[in-house]
């Protein structure tokens, strides 16, 4: 009896239901909701590892990049492949200066390493003291840089991060109409500086895109007797009204794992959610040292 053909590995794949997208605020952008954090091997990695990730990650079904020139080689890398596939991406990136002339600076630095002639979300990064709105705001600040790019078309939308100090940010989103914000956003996140607490409903409020990071907290999070899976870092946040969660990974092996875990995935329950958040208690201020060390 003649054997039957095995399926090819595309075609395996083809059978695997898609990463869920979800609306990023009022941009009208569905991003997956498993996003490629810059960091890591995209930033640490040779060109060609950092590629065949990014590129696996595109072919998976990954449509949201998010680096920043602080992150080693990332920009460089990414656009290696940006060359060939940038309709396919919601690219990120970010301005740590607080001028506007600064970040003019950079942003062009920026697109020439991207190898791309426009970001889709350009960021302030990690603005976490009232120092910083005071220069960011000041007649010369980055915001007039925002403004000004934006009204060029090489922007399309604003962003802003932070990693600690809610009621800043909080100040910042009243003053300026950003289109989307990133946060840290983990099991430990409620013990300390409450992301999800104190920051949340005001972003949902203002139909902003809402990006998590900081998922896994460069692995802290992970214990025995606390969190002890990907699965649950990952579900845990996208249990959130978030739009995406980035995640930086090592190897092609945990980005399979990744898309493997939502793909799958369904949403925590209130007793879920609040266990994980119980476990994470003895350990939170390993979890949240960003809040204290950054």
Request: net charge negative; proline share 3%; with cysteine.
């Amino acid at each position: 009896m003649e054997e039957l053909p095995l399926a090819d590995e595309n075609e395996k794949e083809s059978q695997e239901p898609p990463i869920p997208r979800r609306k990023l605020g009022q941009t009208g952008y569905y991003t997956s909701i498993f996003g490629l954090g810059g960091a890591f091997i995209v930033a640490q990695g040779r060109r060609n590892e950092a590629a065949a990730v990014i590129n696996r990650a595109l072919d998976l079904g990954v449509n949201y990049i998010d680096t920043a020139p602080t992150y080693g080689n990332s920009e460089s890398n990414i656009g290696e492949v940006m060359r060939y596939r940038r309709n396919e991406v919601y690219l990120a990136s970010k301005t740590l200066d607080r001028s506007r002339d600064g970040t003019m600076q950079l942003f062009e630095q920026s697109l020439k390493r991207l190898q791309t002639d426009y970001l889709d979300l350009y960021q302030l990064h990690g603005v976490h003291s009232y120092e910083d709105l005071k220069q960011l705001f000041g007649a010369q600040g980055a915001i007039k840089a925002l403004d000004e790019l934006r009204e060029g078309g090489v922007v399309k939308f604003t962003g802003i991060t932070s990693h600690k100090n809610c009621p800043v940010l909080l100040q910042a989103l009243e003053e300026y109409d950003f289109d989307c914000v990133l946060i840290a956003l983990n099991a430990g996140d409620v013990h300390d500086d409450s992301f999800a607490e104190n920051v949340l409903q005001v972003a949902r409020q203002k139909d902003m895109g809402i990006v998590a990071m900081k998922v896994a907290a460069y692995g802290r999070i992970f214990r025995e007797g606390g969190v002890a899976s990907m699965e649950q870092a990952l579900g845990y946040a996208l249990t959130y009204p978030v739009s995406t969660a980035l995640v930086g990974v090592s190897n092609l092996e945990e980005l399979e794992e990744n898309v493997r875990i939502v793909r799958n995935f369904k949403p925590f329950s209130k007793n879920r959610m609040k266990q994980l958040e119980e476990l994470t208690e003895p350990y939170q201020q390993e979890i949240n040292f960003f809040k204290h060390q950054w």
